[in-house]
């Protein structure tokens, strides 16, 4: 395969996932994090990586963002709201702590492929992304690309995706963003 044919089928798969997504989950979704206190995100992997560049956009639009276990992560409240990324639902460490981050009274909100997972019991929120994960799910988006590759590119677009939204409906200046911007680079 060419670049450009690998360029076409991860456009085009990514394009797929996306317009799968629920707009009624992403609506409550938006909502949910602009009405928490502070906004955690969970994940592990590349799903983490994918969670860091949303939460660093959010932290743009004035929200108060933190990753679990960073050095400076805060006591999480009851009225705070953990993000969960987990394509399958089932990995260990977010299960953990969503469990943890319930117990507390926070809202827990999970992003991922699998509804029946390990935290649909506990879980306030699913937004799902229906994309082949390592369940290889009958209702899962097939994806040529290798693991789960297709649920990381969607997640990171996902997050630019409600972040404009955020903008929208704060009717935020773009030139703005650049107050929330790291400074010391």
């Given amino acids: 395969m060419n670049y450009k044919m690998a360029v076409k089928l991860v456009l085009s798969e990514c394009s797929s996932a996306l317009d ?11 909502n949910m994090l602009l009405e928490a206190d502070q906004v955690f995100f969970v994940g592990v992997g590349r799903v983490k990586l994918e969670l860091e560049a949303f939460a660093k956009r959010l932290a743009h639009l004035g929200i108060k963002v933190h990753i679990v276990g960073d050095i400076n992560e805060p006591a999480m409240t009851s009225k705070d709201v953990l993000v969960i990324g987990s394509g399958s639902g089932e990995s260990l460490i977010p299960v953990a702590i969503a469990k943890k981050a319930k117990q507390i009274g926070g809202k827990i909100i999970h992003i991922g492929s699998n509804s029946k997972s390990s935290l649909a019991p506990i879980t306030d929120l699913m937004v799902r992304i229906p994309v082949q994960t390592k ?5 899962e988006i097939v994806s040529k690309q290798p693991m789960s590759s297709l649920f990381e590119q969607s997640l990171f677009l996902f997050g630019d995706v409600v972040a404009v939204m955020i903008i929208d409906k704060k009717n935020i200046e773009l030139k703005k963003l650049w107050n929330y911007h790291a400074n010391l680079e």
Wanted: glycine residues 0%; charged residues 30%; hydrophobic residues 40%.
């Fill in 135 to 139: 369940l290889y799910l009958s209702d």
């Fill in 20 to 30: 799968k997504i629920n707009e009624d989950e992403v609506n409550n979704f938006m």
